[in-house]
C-alpha cells in the first residue's frame, strides 16, 4: 500500500487529506494496470458473468490485503458511481458490493450508503476519453458541490471517522476532494482516503 497526499485547494477542498492507494493507473490495457476496476464498472451491462467475477475477485484481494492495515474504529464510505444509483443493475455495483463484503468481513462500521447519488453526473473517464465522450452521459462535470447538490449523505456521518474509498484517484477531477469535503460539511470527525488505482 502507498501513501499520498490530496492537497487542500481553494475550491474544492479546505484541508489536506492522507491518501492512501493499491497501485499505479496507468491507463486500460497497459502492462500493470489494474483493468479490472474498468471491467467491474461494465458500463454498458454487458460483460460475462466469469469476466465480473474473475474482476471482482482480484478487487476482493488488493482491497483486503490494504485494509487489513487500517483501525477497525473507521467508518467505510464508498464514493458513488456517477449516475443514480437506482439507474445501475446489479451487475454494476459489484465494486461496492465488494467493499461491502470486506467491511462485514474485517469488522469495519459500515457507512457504504452513506452517499447514496439520487441525480446523474457524467462518467468522467468517458467524458475525458476522445471515443467515449458520447457515452459520458447527461448531468454536470465535478464543480465545488456537487457531491451534495447530486447525493443523499446520511446524517449518520456526524462523528465519525471515515475511511472514503473510490475505485481510481485522479488528481484533476477533483471528486474525491469534493465528496471528502461534503462528508467534514456533514459533521464527520476526520476522513482519509483510499483509491485501488491512482492515476500516474
Not at 467505510?76 to 468481513?105: D, H, T, W
Not at 456521518?157 to 485522479?170: E, H, M, N, Q
Request: charged fraction near 25%.
Amino acid at each position: 500500500m502507498n501513501k499520498f497526499k490530496i492537497y487542500a485547494n481553494s475550491e474544492y477542498l479546505k484541508h489536506t487529506i492522507q491518501g492512501y492507494f493499491h497501485t499505479d493507473y496507468v491507463r486500460y490495457g497497459n502492462p500493470g494496470n489494474p483493468d479490472y476496476l474498468n471491467d467491474l464498472k461494465n458500463t454498458f451491462n454487458s460483460y460475462p458473468k466469469e469476466k465480473l467475477h474473475n474482476a471482482a475477485t482480484k478487487l476482493y484481494n488488493a482491497l483486503k490485503e490494504d485494509l487489513s492495515n487500517f483501525d477497525r474504529e473507521f467508518t467505510v464510505c464508498v464514493i458513488p458511481r456517477s449516475k443514480a444509483q437506482n439507474s445501475y443493475s446489479l451487475e454494476q455495483l459489484f465494486f461496492k458490493g465488494v467493499v461491502k463484503m470486506l467491511i462485514e468481513e474485517l469488522g469495519f462500521n459500515d457507512g457504504s450508503d452513506y452517499i447514496i447519488r439520487h441525480t446523474d453526473t457524467k462518467t468522467t473517464h468517458l467524458a475525458h476519453s476522445k471515443r467515449g465522450a458520447e457515452y459520458a452521459g447527461d448531468g454536470s462535470m465535478p464543480y465545488p458541490g456537487i457531491t451534495k447538490d447530486t447525493c443523499n449523505i446520511s446524517k449518520d456521518v456526524k462523528g465519525k471517522y471515515i475511511l472514503l474509498i473510490d475505485d481510481i484517484y485522479t488528481k484533476s477531477v477533483n471528486i474525491d476532494e469534493d465528496a471528502i469535503q461534503a462528508l467534514l460539511d456533514n459533521g464527520a470527525k476526520s476522513v482519509i482516503f483510499y483509491a485501488i488505482g491512482k492515476t500516474k
